[in-house]
């Protein structure tokens, strides 16, 4: 089971980015994928999760980030629009195992984990 996240970069706020997070080993379809960001010297902290036709979002993204999944090619995306320099963080892209959904935001119910992309939110 491998997930590799991919997309980050440096962009300028308001800008946009689209990041990736590919899986092999497994079916994405079969599980809940959650994407968390992590700044310096703050905890770990659930972006949005995607399951079953079901989507999640933390507060402070709803309305400028969409989740979304392409099953044919075993991906899931994460499009960030209107960032601001707040949402600078590695993010972090994980298969969860049986979860509540009120519990998506939850590191400990995620087995897997991609390696982090960086965003960098910055004029």
């Known amino acids: 089971v491998q997930l590799q996240a991919s997309g980050g970069g440096l962009v300028q706020p308001g800008g946009s980015l689209r990041l990736s997070c590919a899986a092999s080993?497994?079916?994405?379809?079969?599980?809940?994928i959650g994407w968390f960001r992590q700044a310096p010297g703050k905890e770990r902290e659930g972006v949005s999760f995607i399951n079953v036709g079901r989507k999640f979002y933390t507060n402070s993204v709803e309305d400028r980030f969409t989740i979304s999944r392409d099953n044919a090619k075993n991906t899931v995306y994460l499009q960030m629009n209107s960032l601001k320099a707040e949402d600078t963080a590695v993010y972090y892209c994980?298969?969860?195992?049986?979860?509540?959904?009120?519990?998506?935001?939850?590191?400990?119910?995620?087995?897997?984990w991609g390696q982090g992309t960086l965003v960098t939110v910055s004029s």
């Open positions: 994980a298969r969860a195992s049986r979860l509540p959904f009120s519990l998506w935001r939850t590191p400990s119910y995620y087995t897997y």
């Open positions: 080993g497994f079916a994405l379809d079969d599980y809940g």
